[in-house]
Structure formats: C-alpha cells, structure tokens
C-alpha cells in the first residue's frame, strides 16, 4: 500500500514540472536551476521507491547530504 502512495505522490510531483517544461515557463536562471534540483531529487525518489539503481550510490549521497544537514541554507536564493 505504501509503494503505491509513493508512485503517486511521484505522480504529484512530476506531472506539475513536466508541464511547466512544455509549455516553456521556466524562463529565469533561478527557475531552471529549481528545476534541476526537482528532477535530480525526484529521479532519486523514483530510484528508491522503485528499488532501481539509478547512478551510483555516492552521487546519491552527495546530492541528499547537504540538504539534511545544512537545509536551506546552503543556497538561500531557491
């Protein structure tokens, strides 16, 4: 049961983004570099909810860490 609210809470974020790409209104830096943080961080949700490798281990731990740790503050502008 809990897999599938996983999936669909993937479903809830990914559906949003996607659709903002195609229809082209992530026009600022700040905004594209959001984007990027969201599809790295949701390619990695999508990776351990479905137990599929998806790139090494250590690039996982380098992108997740500083966010546990430091939080927000590690780049206030997003």
């Given at each position: 049961m809990s897999d599938i609210?996983?999936?669909l809470y993937l479903g809830v974020l990914g559906a949003p983004a996607i659709g903002f790409l195609l229809?082209?209104?992530y026009k600022t830096a700040s905004m594209k570099i959001d984007f990027l943080?969201?599809?790295t961080t949701w390619?990695?949700?999508f990776g351990y909810v479905t137990e599929i490798?998806?790139?090494?281990a250590?690039?996982?731990k380098f992108v997740?860490?500083?966010w546990f740790t430091l939080g927000s503050s590690i780049c206030p502008l997003l």
């Open positions: 609210l996983w999936i229809k082209g209104k943080v969201s599809a390619t990695g949700l490798s998806i790139g090494p250590l690039l996982w997740f860490f500083p």
